[in-house]
């Protein structure tokens, strides 16, 4: 009973799930390479190879994915701030201290991430979104029709455009 508790825990962890997933792109990468010099390459080999050519790519769209899908269950709330130093202080400008343009006040509220990953101003805010920003000193010298805005743990999404879709960034 107790390693039936044991197993269930290990197996719905994301340490596991994460495990087993890399798991099975370094099979898949060990069946392609064999298949490329005609014999078995080992796993070791495999292991090594992937690690070293592919483990961070993977990883990044891996948690591309799982970022996006946070991002749309709680949606963002975008402020403006002087710089990174003032983001990471969590202390917002004022409109008129900063003499923001007015298409930057545009983005400034509370949005959601539709399935089409733009951005859909949200009428109130989610239970607990996720604290993202503009920087000024990064905005005024961009060209107007794209920006970025930051979020806390150092990702960073692009916006382009009218329509205003994402492209996440790390």
């Not at 390693?3 to 997933?21: I, M």
């Not at 080999?45 to 994915?65: C, E, M, P, Q, Y």
């Amino acid at each position: 009973m107790i390693e039936t508790a044991y197993r269930s825990l290990l197996e719905n962890s994301d340490l596991y799930k994460n495990f087993t997933a890399e798991r099975e792109e370094i099979l898949k990468h060990k069946w392609i390479e064999s298949e490329k010099v005609g014999r078995d390459v080992g796993y070791e080999w495999a292991l090594t190879d992937w690690i070293i050519r592919h483990r961070h790519g993977w990883r990044k769209n891996i948690n591309f994915s799982r970022n996006m899908v946070h991002l749309k269950e709680r949606g963002i709330d975008v402020r403006i701030y002087k710089d990174k130093r003032e983001f990471y202080g969590i202390k917002p400008a004022t409109n008129e201290e900063y003499k923001c343009p007015p298409e930057l006040i545009e983005i400034v509220g509370h949005f959601t991430i539709g399935d089409d990953n733009t951005l859909r101003r949200a009428e109130k805010p989610n239970s607990s979104p996720i604290i993202a920003g503009v920087f000024l000193d990064e905005y005024l010298f961009k060209k107007k029709d794209s920006y970025k805005i930051h979020l806390i743990g150092g990702y960073e999404m692009a916006v382009e455009g009218s329509k205003k879709e994402l492209c996440m960034i790390q």
